[in-house]
Nanobody, 122 residues
């Protein structure tokens, strides 16, 4: 079926940058792809999403101005450029495929990757 693979996570210091990548393979249709993150003991939260048909992007308030989502619809690939990283950004970051909307809600994403760990030390 559909598989998603994230990469680019790692251990960095406060203020550093990382670029995450996610590639989806297999037969699928997506209206959008997005990034979510989950820290230990916390709920999975929305980070950013890109809506293909209108090239529109969405961001959580906590990352707006620091993170940038981009992608290539033809390749079913999305990226997340993360700048000015903070310890509170530490989490497992997941890439997902969305078919119908509600781009900021994890409940409406149909496929997920395995996640990539981002750790920001102070």
């Amino acid at each position: 079926q559909v598989q998603l693979v994230e990469s680019g996570g790692g251990l960095v210091q406060t203020g550093d940058s990382l670029r995450l990548s996610c590639a989806a393979s297999g037969r699928t249709f997506s209206s959008a792809m997005g990034w979510f993150r989950q820290a230990p003991g916390k709920e999975r939260e929305f980070v950013a999403a890109i809506r293909w048909s209108v090239d529109r992007t969405y961001y959580a308030d906590s990352v707006k101005g620091r993170f940038t989502i981009s992608g290539d619809n033809a390749k079913n690939t999305v990226y997340l450029q993360m700048n000015s990283l903070k310890p509170e950004d530490t989490a497992v970051y997941y890439c997902g495929v969305n078919k119908r909307g509600y781009y900021t809600s994890s409940n409406f994403y149909d496929y997920w990757g395995q996640g990539t760990q981002v750790t920001v030390s102070s």
